[in-house]
């Protein structure tokens, strides 16, 4: 069983910057394909960015590309989301997830253990 702990959230300006951050604890993360969704009052949970376990294979929302970063130190057992230019329209809970597979890495459905989520407000 994997544990997660999203922390980073925050309010911010339009135009700024958050670094969010998913602990794991319970079993290695190395192992793990980690993804970031969020979910906006009233909207379906959407997928943010991903990133296998070995680091080197991501994936991002178009919406998010050139803005939003996804990395991860296996050492901490820590997935990190440095996000930049945020828009009000980024608005949401961030929630980080895992899964032992890539395939269908966007889809929610297919994450095994979810975080609590961590509340990210911009402002206009």
């Known amino acids: 069983q994997v544990q997660l702990v999203e922390s980073g959230g925050g309010l911010v300006q339009d135009g700024g910057s958050l670094r969010l951050s998913c602990a794991a604890s319970?079993?290695?993360?190395?192992?793990?394909?980690v993804g970031w969704f969020r979910q906006a009052p009233g909207k379906e949970r959407e997928f943010v960015a991903a990133n296998a376990w070995t680091g080197y294979r991501t994936y991002y929302a178009d919406f998010v590309k050139g803005r939003f970063t996804i990395s991860r130190d296996n050492a901490k057992n820590t997935v990190y989301l440095e996000m930049n230019s945020l828009k009000p329209e980024d608005t949401a809970v961030y929630y980080c997830a895992a899964r032992s597979s890539w395939i269908g890495v966007t889809a929610p459905a297919t994450y095994d253990h979810w975080g609590q989520g961590t509340q990210v407000t911009v402002s206009s």
């Open positions: 319970g079993r290695t993360f190395s192992n793990y394909a």
